[in-house]
């Protein structure tokens, strides 16, 4: 009896538990299409019907196995339009690179005081950590409290850098980072559901060919097994990635 009430459901009953809202938007997409680009995203503010502005995220199954160092795939972009979220950054500098980082418009910058904060205090109150080379030595006691929450500065995504004023602006430009979860799923906000389905098919565009051009070396078969778009409180919709080939 204990084992029957905690059984898995299946989407059609899960379905039933959501509100008139979402039921009458799942009315609109078909679930075994793949659906176009434009069309998707056009779908995706349609069924974007919460109070708020929706988030609209993709979900990119990738066929790699994370497990294996050469099969990685991750990296940073600037999105066309932003994300329609103001995020705010960390920055980790000294001297005349942490007056850089101040004027590029950094919400917190400093050194050891920032680390002693995060560790004793456990403070969070940052979206996206910036960090000069000379300071990873420091930077790097935080790995076991940054690295689970995807907050550890890398060279790859461009937050380990001399160049703090660039790194910063591009941030608060909509640059996004792209990265493997342990079940090979890459996912990412692309921007808000006011955005219309044009900005956002431009933004989702944009991160594909990063995502495509990413493809490791070691890589084998479909290399973009699956896509769906959905926003915060919608319904997800399939996206046909035929058009990149790989």
Known sequence: MWEESFRITTKEEITL?????????????????????????????????????????????????????DQQVRGAIVLPNGTGKTRKVLVFAKDAKLDEAKEAGADFAGGMELVEKIQKENWFDFDVVVATPDMMGIVGRLGKVLGPKGLMP????????????????????????????????????IGKASFGADKLTQNFETLMEAIVKAKPAAAKGTYLKSCVVTSTMGVGVRVSTNKYGV
Do not use: W
């Open 154 to 189: 890398s060279p790859k995504a461009g937050t380990v850098t001399p160049n703090v004023t660039a790194a910063v602006k591009e941030i608060k430009a909509g640059k996004i980072e792209y990265r493997l979860d342990k079940t090979n799923i890459i996912h990412c906000p």
């Open 17 to 69: 538990f959501r509100g008139k809202k979402y039921k009458d938007s799942a009315k609109l997409v078909d679930r075994s299409t793949q659906y176009e680009v434009p069309a998707a995203m056009d779908l995706v503010v349609k069924t974007a019907s919460a109070k708020f502005d929706e988030t609209v995220e993709v979900h990119i199954k990738l066929g790699v196995d994370s497990r294996h160092a």
